[in-house]
């Protein structure tokens, strides 16, 4: 299992990319969070097996259509609390 928690920066609110991020990360099977912050950043937590964190952490690099990312500072992370792939309240 591995966790990283992840800071997206760059056209990334306003652009469906909480939604895409926790579709994205159910279709990956992985646990976790997503929300928006008020510097404008994506603030999001992905844990499951590594070859899906990896997957999930190349397609944020990419986004939703309209989305442009200039960086992702990931560090590692504990496990969420609890299963499945959640919005928090915006930060």
Request: include cysteine; glycine fraction near 8%.
């Amino acid at each position: 299992m591995k966790s990283v928690h992840v800071i997206i920066s760059g056209r990334v609110q306003g652009v469906w990319y909480r939604a895409w991020t926790q579709k994205t990360a159910e279709k990956l099977g992985l646990s976790g969070w997503v929300r928006n912050c008020a510097d404008g950043t994506v603030e999001a937590l992905f844990s499951g097996s590594e070859d899906k964190v990896e997957a999930m952490l190349r397609q944020c690099r990419k986004g939703p259509m309209l989305a442009r990312v200039d960086d992702i500072h990931q560090s590692p992370a504990d496990a969420p609390d609890q299963s499945g792939f959640h919005f928090l309240a915006n930060r």
